[in-house]
């Protein structure tokens, strides 16, 4: 019998997917704005700390905004071209920043800047679930999230060090490597020959049925799509809350270092570095809603047991559950979101797919740190722990709802 290999389904991968991992790889690893926005309008700007958050949640309501417009589009005019766009677009704003000495301009620009990069997420999405067959969908996603996650192990140290000297610096590096991951695109496209497959505008649907509808008015008409996208707004909320309410809670209850925080998203790092693309060739077979309500399950344990933990070791081995749930979650949701889409529709369900990222952004760490604070450790991690259940309940419910269920090459019939 042949020898098993859990990398074959990524090297068995078309070219272009390739290509648009190696463009998150460069766009991911100048990543370095985000992370520190907090610290550069509190330090540069003398803005208090108690609305210096509003610049995350401007941020977030920017992505909002930004994942219906930039997922039509990406139908409209392909997926690729609208992140050579984005990529170009938020290249340039992040060269303005330096020369903002206000905090409401800072606001208004990064409104702005985050309607335009958070376009990247569904325009990646879309590029690359359509560049291959569904039974290679869920690898794509797993691919394109080592090089998201290899990037961003450069990117927030590399700002570490920059900050260190000059926050406008975080500026320009980040710019810079969005600008390169624009040009990597379009070199590596026109050098493999795939520039003209993938630019191509993608064919709508023809008029009548239900392809024909808007993606929101197709949506509204499916039970199935409602408990998915329901679903990741929960699990999203849940999982930021390793950027909300678990740093606080290390750090002011349980009196860990911020170091050992550092710690918890070096494991994470490596785990999805080291596992997620094996993890998900093994589980190829599995259908996409049953990766997910284990993805969910997962979060729910991992986020639950931070109430009854209070060891380092004990952290370690929520975050180790967590990561888990992390990576079986996210390839089977990015692979399921592509497979519902209506013909022609692509675009707008991955805008509709990233905008729950946003909202769980904007309400997610927001909710968790405000339950941390009223009500306890205790509460906010049950409340993480049942929030996680319901979406697993959510996500159970989609075969019966009529939404389709592809897994790979066996639908749910065949498991």
Known sequence: MPRFNPWRGVRGLPASVWIIAATSFVNRAGTMVLPFMVLYVTKQLGVAVAIAGLSLTVYGIGGIVSAPVMGRLCDRLGPVAILRITLLGSGLMLFAFPFVTTFRTVLWLTFAWAFVIEGVRPATMAAVTSAVGAEQRKAAVALNRLAVNLGMSIGPALGGVLAAHSFKLLFVVDGATCLAAGMVLTALLVWRGESH???????????????????????????????????????????????????????????????????????????????????????????????????????????????????????????????????????????????????????????????????????????????????????????AFGVGLLAAGAVSLIPRLGTPVVSGVHDIVNI
């Open 197 to 383: 497959r993938l630019s191509a505008t993608p064919q709508v649907a023809p008029a009548g049925g239900h392809a024909a509808r808007g993606a929101w008015q197709a949506m509204l008409h499916d039970r199935g799509a409602l408990a998915f996208f329901g679903a990741m707004l929960l699990t999203s909320m849940v999982f930021l809350q390793g950027e909300g309410a678990m740093p606080v809670y290390l750090v002011s209850d349980l009196h860990f270092s911020a170091s050992f925080y550092g710690l918890l998203f070096m494991v994470n790092t490596l785990m999805i570095v080291a596992i997620e693309v094996p993890l998900n060739g093994m589980m190829h077979r599995w259908p996409h809603w049953r990766a997910m309500v284990l993805g969910a399950l997962l979060f729910a344990v991992g986020f639950g047991a931070l109430g009854v933990v209070h060891t380092a070791a004990g952290v370690i081995a929520t975050t180790v559950v967590w990561t888990f749930g992390e990576m079986v979650l996210f390839p089977a949701s990015g692979a399921h979101a592509a497979d519902i889409a209506p013909p022609g529709r692509t675009g707008e369900y991955m805008g509709m797919y990233s905008m729950t990222f946003s909202l769980a952004m904007v309400f997610g760490p927001l909710s968790g740190t405000a339950l941390l604070d009223r009500f306890g450790a205790s509460t906010t991690w049950a409340v």
